[in-house]
């Protein structure tokens, strides 16, 4: 099935490919690591996947929104990291780490 | 003029000549970047140190730029380098510089078999993902509607034409939010306490 044709060819489907495989990494960092500055690296990781998959449609159907929604994603993720790093620190104030358990212990 | 003959009368940096076409020129780039990105990002994963998993990812967003650049995204691309690579990676690693975190025993979270199920689930998701992609894109390219009769613009300036009328609510939106978002990281950060907490 897979011959070199599909290899040499550059489509739409590889471009998807490596957006699925970025995307997973990502969702693994969120998954398997406990600090809380590289969990948010993991979703950083996530959004640029989605942003390369917006970017190749755009690409390969000739339409403009798509480039459109990733400056939209862009900016999103850039406020996105602003909260969450100052989240950040506001609990190694208090706990001197930024292990996500701490998390449970902010009540209130 | 074919996607083929594109170069041919610059000369300068035709690699038609030693037979080396357009397709497989955007071969080349796409595997070397995408190898790239895909091993950069599994360093922000694996590696333990937070301050070169920032490194990784700042690696992984350069080469995802230059992705960007190949598939004619240049505005898209060279955002991405300014705002990601740029100025997102250096927040991020003041922050870690801030915390002083290089002693990490436990960075990643306990339990042998969780975590197996975790990585388990995660090629899952890859397998899924692949298939709908290897039995849809055929369908959603092969739509009548992708074949324009004349090409599209899709320079920068279109882009610029497109944000500015269609979405520009959108747009003022986005500033209010970055606004707000400004205001609040300020009010979360002054909570008393100071990063040396015995203020």
Known sequence: ?108 | MGPGEHHCHSGVYSLDAIGIGVDMQEAILFYILGSLAVVCSLGVLLSKNPVSSALYLALTMVGLSFVFVGLDAFFIGMVQLAVYAGAVMVLIVMVVMLFDLKKEEDSFSPGFFGNGLKVILGGFMVGAIASVIAYSTEMILSAPKITQAEPVDMSVKALARLLFTDYVVAFEILGVLLLLVAIGAVALSRIPGGTHADD
Not at chain 1, 65 to 74: L, P, S
């Open chain 1, 1 to 108: 099935m897979l011959t070199t044709d599909a290899v040499l060819s550059v489509g739409l489907n590889h471009y998807l490919f490596l957006s699925a495989l970025l995307f997973s990494v990502g969702m693994m960092t969120v998954l398997l690591r406990r600090n809380l500055i590289v969990m948010l690296m993991g979703i950083e990781l996530m959004l640029n996947a989605v942003n390369l998959s917006f970017v190749a449609f755009s690409h390969y159907t000739q339409n403009l929104n798509g480039q459109i929604m990733v400056f939209f994603v862009m900016t999103v993720a850039a406020a996105e990291a602003g909260v969450g790093l100052a989240l950040a620190v506001n609990v190694f104030k208090k706990f001197k780490e930024i292990n996500i358990q701490q998390f449970e212990k902010l009540k209130g």
